[in-house]
């Protein structure tokens, strides 16, 4: 079955410093890899894909197969970037599982 | 484009009685998907409907179903509640092609007492 372990329950950095959230997947097939963000009051939503292999409000994430990760980055923390941060495993194919998420990791930006 | 809509926000229930939870999808979205979100287990998948067939399934026991309407809207249904079964429970819809965005509701607070 597939996995989703994001280390790190709580993150704090400072205005400015360099953010990164880590996301470590175990899966036996050819895995589809998002990052959802829940800003506070807000519903969770789709911060970026691996297959878009976009930049989204400064952040980015790289698959790396060879050590089934997928952190996500972003140099310079804002303070809007405080949020619950959920790394997800989709199953190419359908799996039966749905979306598999990781406990999440609280994001807070000091000023 | 009205996002999506799960009613109610809150409910409370005594344990053994059953509950229904509605979700309304995002207007031409065809794949509506049920998460269970606790604090200790976190976000779990329950199933998902699409063009109103079950198409996949969590591990969760059978007192935990659903269904889905010709309308895409879909129902959540747990039975004989448990005081574990409290939680928060998400829906997502999205257009039914594989791993393509999961768009949320605001959820439904279960409290079982």
């Known amino acids: 079955a597939q996995r989703v372990t994001q280390p790190e329950k709580l993150l704090s950095v400072f205005k400015g410093a360099p953010v990164e959230l880590k996301c470590n997947y175990s899966?036996?097939?050819?895995?589809?890899l998002f990052w959802y963000v829940q800003y506070s009051r807000q519903r969770l939503q789709l911060l970026l894909r691996?297959?878009s292999r976009e930049s989204i409000k400064g952040f980015t994430a790289d698959l790396n197969k060879g050590e089934t990760s997928f952190h996500l980055k972003k140099p310079f923390a804002q303070e809007e970037d405080s949020a619950m941060y959920y790394c997800?495993?989709?199953?190419?194919?359908?799996?039966?599982?749905?979306?598999?998420f990781g406990k999440g990791t609280h994001l807070i930006i000091q000023p | 484009k009205a996002g999506v809509t799960q009613t109610p926000r809150y409910l409370i229930k005594t344990r053994g009685q059953q509950v229904t939870l509605s979700c309304s999808p995002i207007?031409?979205?065809?794949?509506v998907s049920w998460y269970q979100q606790t604090p200790g287990q976190g976000l779990q998948f329950l199933f998902e409907?699409?063009?109103?067939?079950?198409?996949n399934k969590g591990n969760f026991p059978g007192r935990f179903s659903g269904r889905q309407f010709s309308n895409s809207r879909s129902e959540m249904n747990v039975s004989t509640l448990e005081l574990g079964d409290s939680a928060l429970y998400l829906c997502?819809?999205?257009?039914?092609?594989?791993?393509?965005?999961?768009?949320f509701g605001q959820g439904t607070r279960l409290t079982v007492v």
């Open positions: 997502a819809s999205s257009s039914g092609s594989l791993n393509t965005e999961a768009f």
């Open positions: 207007s031409g979205h065809r794949s």
């Open positions: 997800a495993l989709g199953t190419l194919g359908g799996g039966a599982d749905g979306l598999t």
């Open positions: 899966y036996s097939g050819s895995p589809e």
């Open positions: 409907y699409f063009s109103e067939t079950q198409r």
């Open positions: 691996h297959i």
